[in-house]
T-cell receptor
Framework: GAVVSQHPSRVICKSGTSVKIECRSLDFQATTMFWYRQFPKQSLMLMATSNEGSKATYEQGVEKDKFLINHASLTLSTLTVTSAHPEDSSFYIC???????????FGPGTRLTVT | AQKVTQAQTEISVVEKEDVTLDCVYETRDTTYYLFWYKQPPSGELVFLIRRNSFDEQNEISGRYSWNFQKSTSSFNFTITASQVVDSAVYFCALSEAGTALIFGKGTTLSVSS
C-alpha cells in the first residue's frame, strides 16, 4: 500500500504554545486528507476532512480556530494546534485518500503531550 | 447515520485458542467499505482488510479469517491458533467511498502464553 508519513512522531510542548504536525503522502497524490484524534484507551475520532486547495471541514465540537488545517498540496497537509492545553494531549493520526481505488492510508501518528 | 459496534471491550485467551472479534455496523448506504485494523502498543494502525459491500465472500489470510454477512450487518474477525504477538487493540471501521472511516470502540485482545 501507499506510504504516509507524519512528523514529528512525538512532541512535548508547554501549555499556551502552538505545535505543527505534518502529514505527507509519499508515493501518491492525496486529494483528501483526514485528521483523527485518539485519547488514551479510546477509539479514533474524526476531527476534520481537508481537500487540497480548499478549507477543511470540521466535525462538530472541534474548534476550527484552535486546530488549523492546511492542505496546500496533494502530498502535504498540516495540523497546527494553537495555544495548546494539557487536555489537547492525545494521539493525532492522519490518513490520505485518493488513487484509483479510492483507498485511504494512515500515517503512523503523532503523540502530543502538553505540559 | 453510520455506526460501528464492537460489543467486546476486552478478550483474554491462552495461546493456541481460536478467538472471534465481533463487529456489527449500521448504514443506510448500499455502497460502503468495512475494515479491520490492529493497533499494537506503539499506536500505529496496521491495516488488516478492506471489504466492499458487494463482496460477501469470506476471506482467509493465514491465521486470520473474516465473515461478512449483510443479512445481520456483521463483519466478524477470527484469529485461529492465537499467539502472544496477536495481543493488541483491534478496530472495526466503516466508510462510504471517499469519506472518513467511522471506527468502533475497539476490542483489546490479550493472549497469554
Amino acid at each position: 500500500g501507499a506510504v504516509v508519513s507524519q512528523h514529528p512522531s512525538r512532541v512535548i510542548c508547554k501549555s499556551g504554545t502552538s505545535v505543527k504536525i505534518e502529514c505527507r503522502s509519499l508515493d501518491f497524490q492525496a486529494t483528501t486528507m483526514f485528521w483523527y484524534r485518539q485519547f488514551p484507551k479510546q477509539s479514533l475520532m474524526l476531527m476534520a476532512t481537508s481537500n487540497e486547495g480548499s478549507k477543511a471541514t470540521y466535525e462538530q465540537g472541534v474548534e476550527k480556530d484552535k486546530f488549523l488545517i492546511n492542505h496546500a498540496s496533494l502530498t502535504l497537509s498540516t495540523l497546527t494546534v494553537t495555544s495548546a492545553h494539557p487536555e489537547d494531549s492525545s494521539f493525532y493520526i492522519c490518513s490520505a485518500g485518493g488513487g484509483v481505488l479510492d483507498e485511504q492510508y494512515f500515517g503512523p501518528g503523532t503523540r502530543l503531550t502538553v505540559t | 447515520a453510520q455506526k460501528v459496534t464492537q460489543a467486546q471491550t476486552e478478550i483474554s485467551v491462552v495461546e493456541k485458542e481460536d478467538v472471534t472479534l465481533d463487529c456489527v455496523y449500521e448504514t443506510r448506504d448500499t455502497t460502503y467499505y468495512l475494515f479491520w485494523y490492529k493497533q499494537p502498543p506503539s499506536g500505529e494502525l496496521v491495516f488488516l482488510i478492506r471489504r466492499n459491500s458487494f463482496d460477501e465472500q469470506n476471506e482467509i489470510s493465514g491465521r486470520y479469517s473474516w465473515n461478512f454477512q449483510k443479512s445481520t450487518s456483521s463483519f466478524n474477525f477470527t484469529i485461529t491458533a492465537s499467539q502472544v504477538v496477536d495481543s493488541a487493540v483491534y478496530f472495526c471501521a466503516l466508510s462510504e467511498a471517499g469519506t472518513a472511516l467511522i471506527f468502533g470502540k475497539g476490542t483489546t485482545l490479550s493472549v497469554s502464553s
